[in-house]
């Protein structure tokens, strides 16, 4: 079963950090693109990093500098290090993985790719 569990969520002060993690099931985990989304209130999910199983990445542009994608193939582990936090980075933060190509990846949107069930991330002015 392909399954997908973030954490690390929660309510910083703006400039503050989080580490965001989402553990993948084997299955889950073989596919060779994952990123993280985001999805405020009121608006679409939108992509906001992206790794494929080489290592190379790709960021949004509102993130570029602030915050770093990761992957911990030992462990089956995907991480989002969240810096420099804004008011507007608040959202609830998704993890997914999809068969894709790393440039398609952060237009990747359900029914397509596999996904968690998002940790929320409120970053307070």
């Known amino acids: 079963q392909e399954e997908l569990v973030e954490s690390g969520g929660g309510t910083v002060q703006a400039g503050g950090s989080l580490r965001l993690s989402c553990v993948a099931s084997?299955?889950?985990?073989?596919?060779?693109?994952m990123g993280w989304f985001r999805q405020s209130r009121g608006n679409e999910r939108e992509g906001v990093a992206a790794?494929?199983?080489?290592?190379?990445?790709r960021y949004a542009d509102f993130v570029k500098g602030r915050f770093t994608i990761s992957r911990d193939n030992a462990k089956n582990t995907l991480y989002l290090e969240m810096n420099s936090l804004k008011p507007e980075d608040t959202g609830k933060y998704y993890c997914?993985?999809?068969?894709?190509?790393?440039?398609?990846?952060?237009?990747?949107?359900?029914?397509?790719?596999?996904w968690g069930r998002g940790t929320q991330v409120t970053v307070s002015s």
């Open positions: 084997d299955s889950a985990y073989k596919k060779p693109c």
């Open positions: 997914a993985a999809d068969w894709g190509t790393l440039a398609s990846m952060l237009q990747t949107r359900p029914p397509f790719g596999t």
């Open positions: 790794i494929d199983r080489h290592g190379s990445v």
